[in-house]
C-alpha cells in the first residue's frame, strides 16, 4: 500500500508543521526528507545537510558524550539554554523521559543543519521544560519542519502547515490553528457541494428512467402489430406520429439529459470519509480493593536522588494528577505501586513509551485473535482517531497508534 503518491512539498525557512491522524504518515515523511527512507521514486532536493530528531527517547542519541564534553561557547549556550546538567553525561539509562528529550534537542540544535526535522518534541515534558524547548526551537535559524499535536507549540512556532488526510494532502501558508479552522471551513463547503451535486444526480436518474418509461409506452403506441388489417385509420396516425418525429424528440431529451449526467459524474466532487470518535470505557471490578493504602516510604530514583512520600489513601472513585518536574519521580512512584501492591486484574498501565519490540509483540498479538475480536480492536483504534487500515497494513504501529 501507497503512503504517499504525486507528492510535491516545498519547504522555506523557518518553520513548518506537519499534522494528521496517528498512522497517517508524518514520520515516515521526515524520514523520506533525511533519507533514512527510499523513496520509491521522485527526488528530493536541498536536504543534503539534514538532522532528524526522533519522537522515541529509548536509544541515546550518537555523538551525545561529544557534545556534552565540547566545551565551546556555542555547546555551552545550548547547554545552558535547555537546562542540560553535566552529571547527564553518562547518565542516558537512568534519566526520566523528559531529560532525554531535552538531550535529544540540545544535540539537534548543535549540528547546526540546514534541515532541522523534530518528531513530537515535547512528549513527556513537564510545563517549565516545555516553555524552555519552545525558546530553544526559536533560536534556530534554518529551514525547520516539525510534527507535533501540541496546538500551543505549533502556533507558536509554525509559518506553514501541512495537513495529512486519509492520503490527501493540504498546504496552509499560516499557523496551525488558521490552517484548521480554514480546513474545516473547506471541508463544509466541499460536504455541502457534494450533497447537491447527489441531489442533482438523483433527480437527472430519475428524469432519466421516466423518459425511457415515456419511449417505451411510445414504442407499443406506434407498434402496428396489434392493429386489425382494416384499420387504415389507426394506422394513418400511427403514420403521422412517426412523421412528424415525436418518439425521436423524446429520445434527443434523453440523450441530453444522459450527457449531463454524464458530465456532473465526470466531475465528481470526492469528499473525505468520515469516522465516529470517542470511546465509552465501562468499568468493571472483579473485587474490592478500595481504600488502597500506599505506606510511606523512600525511593531512591538516581545515584543522587531520592523521592519521599507520606502515608497515601486512594478512595473508590477519585481520580488524582500525579504532577512535578521532569526527572522528579513520577513513573518511580507509579513502578513502585505496580510493584508492591497487588493490583492485578485492577489495574491497566500505560507507560510512557513502548519500545519497538514490545510494539511488535502486541501488533502480532492482536493480528493472531479471531476475526470477530481483531475486528472490534481495530473499530476502537479508528474512534480514537488513527488509521486502522494503514495500521493493519504496516510492520509495526506508530508511536501514537
Not at 396516425?237 to 423524446?250: L, S
Not at 519500545?355 to 476502537?380: C, H, M, Q, V, W
Amino acid at each position: 500500500m501507497e503512503i504517499f503518491e504525486d507528492l510535491s512539498l516545498e519547504f522555506t525557512e523557518g518553520w513548518s508543521c506537519i499534522v494528521g491522524a496517528n498512522g497517517s504518515g508524518k514520520s515516515t515523511l521526515l524520514k523520506l526528507i533525511t533519507r533514512e527512507l527510499k523513496a520509491q521514486g521522485g527526488t528530493i532536493k536541498g536536504n543534503s545537510l539534514s538532522y532528524y530528531c526522533a519522537q522515541s527517547t529509548e536509544n541515546m542519541p550518537d555523538n551525545l558524550e561529544e557534545f556534552m564534553l565540547t566545551y565551546t561557547s556555542k555547546a555551552f549556550k545550548i547547554r545552558d539554554l535547555l537546562n542540560i546538567e553535566d552529571a547527564w553525561t553518562y547518565a542516558w539509562e537512568t534519566l526520566s523521559h523528559g531529560e532525554r528529550k531535552r538531550l535529544q534537542l540540545a544535540l539537534a540544535l548543535f549540528v547546526e543543519a540546514d534541515v532541522l526535522l523534530i518528531d513530537e518534541p515535547t512528549n513527556h515534558l513537564d510545563n517549565k521544560s516545555k516553555d524552555i524547548v519552545i525558546q530553544a526551537l526559536k533560536s534556530f535559524k534554518g529551514i525547520g519542519i516539525l510534527v507535533s499535536h501540541d496546538r500551543e507549540l505549533l502556533d507558536t512556532l509554525s509559518r506553514s502547515t501541512i495537513i495529512l488526510k486519509n492520503q490527501e494532502i493540504r498546504i496552509f501558508k499560516t499557523s496551525y490553528t488558521n490552517a484548521i479552522n480554514e480546513y474545516y471551513k473547506n471541508l463544509e463547503h466541499l460536504q455541502n457541494d457534494k450533497l447537491k451535486q447527489n441531489t442533482e444526480l438523483k433527480k437527472l436518474k430519475k428524469s432519466i428512467q421516466n423518459q425511457h418509461e415515456k419511449i417505451s409506452q411510445s414504442k407499443k403506441r406506434m407498434s402496428k402489430k396489434t392493429l386489425k388489417s382494416g384499420d387504415s385509420d389507426a394506422k394513418g396516425k400511427i403514420d403521422m406520429a412517426r412523421f412528424t418525429g415525436k418518439d425521436k424528440n423524446d429520445g434527443t431529451l434523453v440523450a441530453k439529459l444522459q450527457a449531463k449526467e454524464k458530465k456532473i459524474t465526470d466531475n465528481n466532487i470526492h469528499t473525505q470519509k468520515t469516522y465516529q470518535t470517542g470511546i465509552t470505557v465501562k468499568a468493571q471490578r472483579n473485587r474490592n480493593i478500595f481504600p488502597l493504602v500506599v505506606k510511606a516510604n523512600v525511593l531512591k530514583i538516581s545515584e543522587e536522588k531520592t523521592l519521599s512520600f507520606p502515608i497515601l489513601s486512594i478512595n473508590e472513585h477519585e481520580k488524582i494528577a500525579i504532577v512535578g518536574e521532569n526527572g522528579a519521580g513520577k513513573s518511580s512512584f507509579i513502578e513502585h505501586l505496580l510493584s508492591t501492591y497487588d493490583l492485578e486484574g485492577e489495574c491497566l498501565y500505560i507507560p510512557q513509551e513502548i519500545n519497538e519490540e514490545k510494539s511488535k509483540k502486541i501488533f502480532d498479538a492482536i493480528n493472531d485473535l479471531p476475526r470477530e475480536i481483531k475486528g472490534e480492536i481495530y473499530t476502537i483504534i479508528q474512534r480514537l482517531s488513527s488509521d486502522s487500515k494503514k495500521l493493519q497494513d504496516s510492520f509495526a504501529p506508530s508511536p501514537g497508534s
